[in-house]
T-cell receptor, first 115, second 114 residues
């Protein structure tokens, strides 16, 4: 089944404890992206990757890191999480960003709480 | 800076009626627009997209209209069904030179009354 998977789905952690949220897609998609969703603020893009080893900042990259060493995986790293990073996180992927091939598939979300 | 906004946070329609969800954007250089549907507890789901060189595009029961003169985007859903109840987001790619970036509006909740 074609899908985007995220792990963990739920995480409660403490300030400053490094964590990684994994994202994997099995559709051979070139493009992958991370978003956070907060009440009243909608979805905001954190980082995106046009292809392997190509990553770039979205609107809210501060406090996050990403890597794209292989096509299928795009982990989101929080080196020193803070309470303002408490949010619902979505990973998404698409074949490319060319019109007609840019349909994004979203993962189920990771709910992160930082205390 | 760029912003994408929806006119109404909530829209309530009768089952079987047509729904129109609106979105305004501020960047006249935006090249590509997408509508997403998000059901409770799930990730967003692609509905339909349109490029800036088009003014209309149709899918199954949905139509997206783009008015570049007033920087306005709308999603029309024909014969709205209870399964259409969800939050709808418009999103834009701010320029043709940076197609990876995507800016979302805050969302309109569509409620379908039986």
């Amino acid at each position: 089944e074609a899908q985007v998977t995220q792990n963990p789905r739920y995480l409660i952690t403490v300030t400053g404890k490094k964590l990684t949220v994994t994202c994997s897609q099995n559709m051979n998609h070139e493009y992958m992206s991370w978003y956070r969703q907060d009440p009243g603020l909608g979805l905001r893009q954190i980082y995106y990757s046009m292809n392997v080893e190509v990553t770039d900042k979205g609107d809210v990259p501060e406090g996050y890191k990403v890597s794209r060493k292989e096509k299928r995986n795009f982990p989101l790293i929080l080196e020193s999480p803070s309470p303002n990073q408490t949010s619902l996180y979505f990973c998404a992927s698409s074949l490319s960003r060319v019109f007609g091939r840019a349909e994004q598939y979203f993962g189920p979300g990771t709910r992160l709480t930082v205390t | 800076g760029e912003s994408v906004g929806l006119h109404l946070p909530t829209l309530s329609v009768q089952e079987g009626d047509n729904s129109i969800i609106n979105c305004a954007y501020s960047n006249s250089a935006s090249d590509y627009f997408i509508w997403y549907k998000q059901e409770s507890g799930k990730g967003p789901q692609f509905i339909i997209d349109i490029r800036s060189n088009m003014d209309k595009r149709q899918g199954q029961r949905v139509t997206v209209l783009l008015n570049k003169t007033v920087k306005h985007l709308s999603l029309q859903i024909a014969a709205t069904q209870p399964g259409d109840s969800a939050v709808y987001f418009c999103a834009e790619t701010p320029s043709s030179g940076n197609t990876g970036k995507l800016i979302f509006g805050q969302g309109t909740t569509l409620q379908v009354k039986p």
